[in-house]
Nanobody
Framework: QVQLVESGGGSVQPGGSLRLSCAAS????????IEWYCQAPGKQRELVAS???????YYADSVKGRFTISRDNAKITVYLEMNSLKPEDTGVYYC????????WGQGTQVLVSS
């Protein structure tokens, strides 16, 4: 059974930083692509960043230069380091993978507000 568990969300002021974690189980982790999505209040989920099994990364234009995605295959975890946070980064952050079917985590809330 595939499970994705996010953690690390919280409330920060603009300009602050957070590091999100996505721990996976039930997959051959080193073979997976892991994606981070953000669902802002009243909006659809949007892809923020992804990291492939070979380490290739993708970032949405809105987070380039501020967010960094990385993976630790030994810890079966993907990280999203978020710096210079803006109020528009507020939302629920979900990790997602496709292993046969598409699997989502339960999400972790990020609130950027002064």
């Amino acid at each position: 059974q595939v499970q994705l568990v996010e953690s690390g969300g919280g409330s920060v002021q603009p300009g602050g930083s957070l590091r999100l974690s996505c721990a996976a189980s039930g997959v051959i982790f080193r073979l997976t692509t892991i994606e981070w999505y953000c669902q802002a209040p009243g909006k659809q989920r949007e892809l923020v960043a992804s990291i492939a099994s070979d380490g290739n990364t993708y970032y949405a234009d809105s987070v380039k230069g501020r967010f960094t995605i990385s993976r630790d295959n030994a810890k079966i975890t993907v990280y999203l380091e978020m710096n210079s946070l803006k109020p528009e980064d507020t939302g629920v952050y979900y990790c997602r993978t496709r292993w046969g079917l598409v699997h989502w985590g339960q999400g972790t809330q990020v609130l950027v507000s002064s």
